[in-house]
């Protein structure tokens, strides 16, 4: 992006939509890109997990970044006129964006920390793992499995306090 980012998510989101745009604005701000999020609702989610957003960057972005939804007919707050970047774990086909999805990871705001390691401090790692325990149910579903497990330890050792993230 040469102005800014738009961070968008599916209508009536869920904790892994959620984790995976705040941590992602997270990562975002310490990179000191420019970023706008676009949530229909951040429901219970903390506000202190929130990202600072610059007013001024949302009307300067040139990219949506979609995370946890591939279909822009469910997406909140979707650009036409944007170019627009999917990242998803939900299988898929013939998505007409540039994306990357990968249906064996256990959720978005997991594939999100694989991607942005290097870049994860306290706040994006609570709500990435705060996604991952979501869509894991604590790590119960039949969806864990090695790399769900090693995803969540390593978001701990990147500074998640796991029970803020189990909060959410």
């Excluded at 998510?9 to 959620?18: Q, Y």
């Excluded at 999100?112 to 709500?127: G, I, R, T």
Aim: charged share 20%; proline share 4%; net charge negative.
């Amino acid at each position: 992006s040469r102005k800014g980012i738009k961070i968008i998510t599916h209508e009536r989101p869920d904790v892994d939509a959620l984790g995976s745009v705040a941590g992602m604005g997270w990562v975002l701000n310490s990179i000191r890109a420019p970023f706008s999020v676009c949530v229909e609702s951040w429901l219970s989610f903390s506000t202190e997990l929130r990202p600072p957003v610059s007013a001024s960057v949302a009307s300067e972005v040139d990219v949506q970044l979609m995370l946890d939804v591939s279909d822009p007919k469910r997406a909140f707050g979707y650009d036409q006129g944007l170019e627009t970047l999917v990242i998803d774990h939900h299988a898929v086909e013939d998505v007409p964006f540039i994306n990357l999805i990968d249906p064996s990871c256990c959720a978005t705001s997991a594939l999100l920390s694989e991607l942005f390691f290097d870049h994860l401090d306290s706040k994006s790692s609570v709500c990435f793992l705060a996604g991952l325990l979501a869509d894991t149910g604590v790590l119960s579903y039949s969806n864990v499995d090695e790399r769900a497990l090693k995803d969540a330890i390593r978001l701990v050792q990147a500074g998640a306090n796991w029970n803020a993230a189990y909060v959410e």
